[in-house]
């Protein structure tokens, strides 16, 4: 009986140290890796950040659950989405995980000038750790920024940047190129874009086919929209020249 008791006990006392033991990247796990729902996952950080206080990533990913809940239309704290970026940042300023983050935060609450602002910050810390691909993260995430101002020319030149770091993506950079010359209405660019994507996507050996078909099809349209807008301009020319429009 008191070995079944003293059994128990330990149990007990075992469960207790490993609740005890939880460090504060298990509560993080638990939160962003573990299938909970988004209330279960805010309360996981709730006790996460009640025994580790001082943890910017904890802050960061409650408010990445709340700026997620945000973005599928469920009820949710804005004032304390932005209350804990911003206490991340107060406790990790020189995290470019968390200035993206509280970017795309931003983008959620359509705050895009603010946006700007945290993605500078995050593509300083980038390029001062000379690390390409969070450079090309957050040339891409600024490019998303802008696009949501309508800046396309912006757009453009945040894909110019990538192309400058990022040689292996380059077909895929140029597609998104042309996709932008498209709606700034620059067939021209447009075709010459999609052009050298194909071409470079025919020298891989190894290449996603339909992201090549995809590129042909678009230059295809933009040949066509372009004849149709030299038809266009000859009708307009015959008709300035017949007698009868002349009347």
């Given amino acids: 009986m008191y070995r079944n008791l003293l059994f128990a006990f330990m149990l007990c006392l075992g469960g207790g140290m490993s609740a005890l033991a939880q460090t504060e990247d298990d509560y993080y796990q638990k939160a962003c890796c573990s299938g909970l729902g988004d209330e279960e996952a805010i309360k996981a950080l709730d006790e996460g950040i009640k025994k580790y206080p001082k943890s910017a ?50 983008v959620n609450l359509a705050q895009y000038k603010a946006a700007l602002e945290d993605f500078d910050k995050a593509l300083a810390i980038a390029q001062k750790n000379q690390n390409v691909f969070q450079q090309i993260d957050v040339y891409n995430n600024r490019a998303n920024a802008k696009r949501f101002l309508n800046d396309l020319p912006g757009v453009y030149a945040e894909y110019e940047a990538v192309l400058k770091i990022d040689k292996e993506g380059a077909p895929a950079t140029r597609a998104l190129m042309a996709g932008i010359k498209t709606e700034m209405n620059d067939f021209a660019g447009a075709i010459k874009e999609y052009s050298t994507a194909i071409s470079l996507y ?5 290449y996603d086919s339909a992201s090549l078909a995809s590129c042909y ?14 038809s266009r301009g000859l009708c307009r020319f015959e008709s300035s020249l017949c007698p009868q429009t002349r009347r």
Avoid: F, H
Wanted: hydrophobic share 35%.
């Fill in 57 to 106: 990533l904890l802050y960061m990913e409650r408010a990445n659950v709340k700026s997620r809940a945000l973005s599928m239309t469920n009820p949710v704290d804005k004032n304390g989405m932005m209350a804990d970026y911003d206490k991340a940042v107060s406790l990790d300023p020189n995290s470019i995980e968390v200035y993206m983050a509280r970017g795309n935060g931003r």
């Fill in 202 to 206: 025919e020298k891989l050996t190894d």
């Fill in 217 to 230: 099809e678009n230059r295809g349209l933009l040949y066509i929209e372009q004849l149709k807008k030299k």
